[in-house]
């Protein structure tokens, strides 16, 4: 899956054209390198985003396509 498309389904940012601009902007990085919104997720990566001067780090526990609400949050685990 495309890292700005787990990006929004796991709510970790609310649209995928944020996700995608945070992405073009290299405020996303996957396992400590700095990607494109066309990077591919696996189960055991570690994505790390800046929101401003906050920078929130996750391990990817499963990988969903539509999950609901309530499964959202059991796709990844903070850091």
Do not use: H, W
Request: aromatic share 4%; net charge positive; proline share 1%.
């Amino acid at each position: 899956m495309r890292i700005d498309k787990f990006l929004k389904v796991s709510r970790i940012i609310k649209r995928r054209t944020i996700a995608n601009e945070a992405c073009d902007a290299g405020r996303v990085m996957l396992n400590d390198k700095v990607v494109k919104a066309g990077a591919e997720v696996k189960v055991g990566d570690i994505i790390e985003v800046q929101f401003g001067s906050n920078t929130t780090k996750i391990e990817v526990l499963s990988i969903k396509e539509s999950p609901r609400k309530e499964d959202a949050a059991a796709m990844y685990r903070s850091l």
